[in-house]
Structure formats: structure tokens, C-alpha cells
């Protein structure tokens, strides 16, 4: 392979050793990041089809929400830093961000903010589709039944082809997700639901319906809400991870946006990607005291032992999650400006850092703690029960699923995806009768 990288239309050529034959593929460019080798017309002119299992080193689309570069730990959400948005912003202004391409005016934020508020209430007879589950189902299996449902009760925003009926299912999306995750968790706590409340803030809003009863108002603690608030952001949005390709692999068929979503829930729920703050605490409920962290860690490195440290490793950062960075810190804020002296869990969450951070194995390997080796510590001070962990990881990444999806739509290079396979079945045979075999 030969990579013409100074010509101004730069290519790389592809020559097949046992023809002899060549091809030749443009290189395009992004505003940021590796440059990508085009091969759309690979198998037209080649017959090869790539094999990248894992989609280790394949763009599945252009896009223009959300850059990462893992290698030094960089995340923007268009073109701005992060740590900028987690320190000035707040989740609905990285919601319109994302959205819209651009930081709202004072104006466009009043109204935003309005809008988001004015669509949290769900349809009444959705309460009685909550009844139908077991009152011990996982929450995240209640989210995945219930977004899905929201086809069958907001007709009025699924075509997909009106860009108006599109912006009304997003911010009906946005809004109307923490009402149902409340409702999810009341549900499972034989407790009634609690309707949202316009004069709150997102966060207010959701915290107050997770906790609140009729018979006693949630009383706001505004370190709590602000702290929801900044977990809101760093979880809004991380380009093609793997629920984000499955909206927009759900979405390219011409899917509505709710059961897209759904589909996005389904594949967050993994304890390889949102199901892993839950999965943390178990990790550190398991290990138990700092005496055992040697032992887990030796699990860890053990290829013939399934264990893995639950919140280490990424499959693009091979650095500091910066969002881990930012995690931690509010970790330790919270903890102390909620009186919190003694975490046992934070001490062993730094000590199994320290310790793996020091191993071989993990440095060879680069594995950094990830976003949600913090995230289920926090989620603990804040009163946050753990089977709810990653179902508020689903509120918070919603914006990113439907601006994604959102973008695929109006794509005019957008088709239906379709990947091909290196097939290792049987080759053509002929059918045997039964009473022959
Ligand atoms: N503990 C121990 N070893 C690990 C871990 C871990 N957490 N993660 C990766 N490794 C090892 C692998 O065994 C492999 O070793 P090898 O080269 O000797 O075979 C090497 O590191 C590379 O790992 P891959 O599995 O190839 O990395 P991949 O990019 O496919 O997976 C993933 C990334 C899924 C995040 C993985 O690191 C993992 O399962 N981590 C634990 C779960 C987790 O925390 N998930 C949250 C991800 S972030 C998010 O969704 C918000």
C-alpha cells in the first residue's frame, strides 16, 4: 500500500499480488483527527470487502458534533473543550450546543430552557404501561419498554421527513427521559409516581421526582442538583461509542427517533459501556478492603479469569479520560461539601487506582480509569441507588443519541447500514431427506 500523502488530492493505492491489479482511494480529511482512507469504492473495483471486527479502525460517518483524541486525551463537543463546558455551562445549554451547532443567545436559551420544561409531563395513559412490568424489574428494562412505547403515544412526531416533526420528538425526547427514569425507579419502589415540576431546573426536576413522595417534598440541596447537573454534561455526548452507532444503525433503516433510542438504551445497559458504573460498585463492594486490591488486580491480569477492573480501559482514550479527571475532582468536592468525611469506597477506588496505575500490565496496555469509575461514587453520595447508575447515564447521553441521529437523518450521503462478513460457514451442499441421514 502506497500513501501519496503531498499530492493536494492525496490517495493511497492498493495492488493485489496475485493479479497484479490496482486500486487507487482518495484520502479525506476532517477538521481534526487521522485522516481516513475513502472505501466506498473498495469492493466495486477490488471484489474485497475490510474486515474490522469491532470497528477498531472504521468511520462509520462523517460527523460534526463531537471530537476525541484519545492519544491526549482530548473531548470537544463542537470544537469546545469539555472541561470549559463541565466548569461554565449547564446540561441544557450543552443540550442546544449539541443540537444546534452553536451556544444559544440569552434569548434562544430562555426559550430552550422553556421548551425542555414544558415538555417533561407523559402522556397519562403511559402510567398504566408501567403496571405491566414485575415490580422487581432492572429500571433499565423498564427504559427500554417505555422509550420504545413512546411511538405508539406521540404519533404526531414520527415522520421522519419534517424537520419540524424531528425537533419536537428530540426535545420531547430530552425532556420527557427523566420523568421516566423517576418513574421507573418509583415503580420499583412501590411508590407513586411524581410528576414534574416546571418552576425546577432539569437536574431539580429529576432529582425531586426520583426522591420525593406525596407525603414529603424532596428538599433541594443545590450542591446536590449542581453536581447532577455537571454528571449531566460529561455523559451528554461521546461520538460513535457503541449505543450512538446503534441509534444511528437502528435510524438508517428509517426507524422512528423513540424506538431508535430504545435501541440505544438496550445497547448502553452492557457492562462493557454504560452498565459499568453499576458494575464498578459491585467491583469495589466484592474487593471488599485496600488488603485485597493485589488479588483482584492479579484476577484482572489473568487471561484465563473472565474478571476485568470494571472502569479501566477505552477503547479510544489510551490516556486520561479527561472526563475522569473532572469526575474525580467533583467526586472529592461533593463528598466534602456534603460533610462526607469517611468514603471507605472512595479509599479503595484510589487505592485500586494507585495500584493498577503503577502495573505493568496496565501501562503496557494503556489502561486508564474511565468515566465511570467515579461516577457510580458519586452517584452513591449523592443517595443515587446503584441499579439506577446507568439509567442516569441514559438521561444524560439522550441529547447526544438524538443529535446524532438527528444529523444521520439530514445527511444527504446517508444509506441504510449494511456491513458484509468474512463468512466461515459451510460452502454449498446438497440437501439430505431425513430418512437418508
Ligand atoms: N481489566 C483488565 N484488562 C483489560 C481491561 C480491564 N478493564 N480492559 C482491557 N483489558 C486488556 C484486554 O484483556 C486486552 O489485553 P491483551 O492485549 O493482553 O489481550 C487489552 O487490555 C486491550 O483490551 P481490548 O478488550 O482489546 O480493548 P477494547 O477497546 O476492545 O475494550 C473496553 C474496551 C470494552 C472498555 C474494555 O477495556 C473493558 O471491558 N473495560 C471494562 C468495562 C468498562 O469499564 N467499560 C466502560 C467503558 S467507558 C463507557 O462506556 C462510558
Known sequence: MSQDSAAKNASVTIRDNTTGKEATFP???????????????????????????????????????????????????????????????DFLEVCYLLLNGELPTPAEKTEFDYRITHHTMLHEQLSYFYRGFRRDAHPMAIMCGVVGALSAFYHDS??????????????RMIAKMPTIAGWAYKYSQGQPFIYPQNNLGFAENFLRMLFATPCEDYEINPVIAKTMDRILILHADHEQNASTSTVRLAGSSG?????????????????????????????????????????????????????????????????????????????????????????????????????????EYFIERKLYPNVDFYSGIIFQALG??????????????????????????????????????????????????????
Not at 50 to 66: H, K, L, Q, R
Not at 395 to 420: C, F, L, S
Open 27 to 89: 484520502i479525506l480529511t476532517g477538521t481534526e483527527g487521522p485522516p481516513v482512507i475513502d472505501i466506498r469504492r473498495l469492493y466495486a473495483e477490488t471484489g474485497y470487502f475490510t474486515y474490522d471486527p469491532g470497528f477498531v479502525a472504521t468511520g462509520s460517518c462523517e460527523s460534526a458534533i463531537t471530537y476525541i483524541d484519545g492519544d491526549n486525551g482530548v473531548l470537544l463537543h463542537r470544537g469546545y473543550p469539555i472541561e470549559q463546558l463541565a466548569e461554565n455551562s
Open 158 to 171: 414520527l415522520d421522519i421527513s419534517d424537520p419540524r416533526q424531528r425537533m419536537i420528538a428530540s426535545h
Open 255 to 359: 426507524a422512528n427517533p423513540f424506538a431508535c433510542i430504545s435501541a440505544g438504551i438496550a445497547s448502553l445497559w452492557g457492562p462493557a459501556h454504560g452498565g459499568a458504573n453499576e458494575a464498578v460498585l459491585n467491583m469495589l463492594s466484592q474487593i471488599g478492603h485496600t488488603k485485597n486490591i493485589p488479588e483482584f488486580v492479579e484476577k484482572a491480569k489473568d487471561k484465563d479469569d473472565p474478571f476485568l477492573l470494571m472502569g479501566f480501559g477505552h477503547r479510544v482514550y489510551k490516556n486520561f479520560d479527561p472526563r475522569t479527571k473532572i469526575m474525580r475532582e467533583t467526586c472529592h468536592s461533593v463528598l466534602k461539601e456534603l460533610g462526607i468525611k469517611d468514603e471507605p469506597l472512595l479509599d479503595l477506588a484510589m487505592e485500586l487506582e494507585r495500584i493498577a496505575l503503577e502495573d
Open 384 to 437: 443515587i441507588p446503584t441499579s439506577m447508575f446507568t439509567v442516569l447515564f441514559a438521561v444524560a447521553r439522550t441529547v447526544g443519541w438524538i443529535a446524532q441521529w438527528n444529523e444521520m437523518v439530514e445527511d444527504p450521503n446517508q444509506k441504510i447500514g449494511r456491513p458484509r462478513q468474512l463468512y466461515t460457514g459451510a460452502a454449498k451442499r446438497e440437501y439430505i431427506p431425513v430418512s437418508k441421514r
